[in-house]
């Protein structure tokens, strides 16, 4: 079956430390998105790439990195000079511009 | 930047009650989304408008694209504990982008 894969599911984290979320689509879909999600909040977009080896920074993207080296794969390294990175992400892809996204099951991030 | 507005940001309703969000937009979109996350769970796509005052139906969903399409809605009639989630609208600009709006969340009472 088709779709997006993130790993892990939790994820625990001590503070001052690096740690990379995964995200894996086999949708053939050339947009990938991070978004960011806090309790009881919306979506914050974090990065988007709209194509292999080019990404764009969201609305919140300081104390984050992204790479897009293959079209399956956009990983988001959240650094330590993230200042609160405990929060649920979600990443998604869509086929192009203007369509609709398709999301993963997310990962929640603690940090302590 | 572009800002997408939800209202309201709760609702509590009756099972068997009608539901209504409304999604407002600081610029013109090109077309709207409608995205349903049960507790817990991630964001599902439900329904894309492009066209100025678009209405479309799904079961009981009407959702509905406002002429200057920078406006939303979307309407629920006679609720169901099924339909009890968050509710976000979501334009893409000409970049690609997608702005979420602030989400309206449904609480049903049986």
């Known amino acids: 079956d088709g779709g997006i894969t993130q790993s892990p599911k939790y994820l625990f984290r001590k503070e001052g430390q690096n740690v990379t979320l995964s995200c894996e689509q086999n949708?053939?879909?050339?947009?990938m998105y991070w978004y960011r999600q806090d309790p009881g909040q919306g979506l914050r977009l974090i990065y988007y790439?709209?194509?292999?080896?080019?990404?764009q920074k969201g609305d919140i993207a300081e104390g984050y990195s992204v790479s897009r080296e293959k079209k399956e794969s956009f990983p988001l390294t959240v650094t330590s000079a993230q200042k609160n990175p405990t929060a649920f992400y979600l990443c998604a892809s869509s086929i192009g511009r203007q369509a609709s996204l398709h999301f993963g099951n997310g990962t929640r991030l603690t940090v302590t | 930047g572009q800002q997408v507005m939800q209202i309201p940001q709760y609702q509590h309703v009756q099972e068997g009650e009608d539901f209504t969000t409304y999604c407002n937009s600081s610029?013109?979109?090109?077309?709207i989304q409608w995205y349903k996350q049960r507790p817990g769970g991630h964001p599902v796509f439900l329904i894309q408008l492009v066209k100025s005052g678009e209405v479309k139906k799904q079961k009981r969903l009407t959702f509905q694209f406002g002429e200057a399409k920078k406006n939303s809605s979307l309407h629920i009639t006679a609720t169901q504990t099924t339909d009890v989630g968050t509710y976000f609208c979501a334009g893409p600009s000409l970049y690609q982008k997608v702005t979420f709006g602030t989400g309206t969340k449904l609480q049903v009472i049986p």
């Open positions: 610029t013109t979109l090109s077309n």
């Open positions: 949708l053939n879909h050339d947009a």
């Open positions: 790439s709209q194509i292999v080896n080019d990404f």
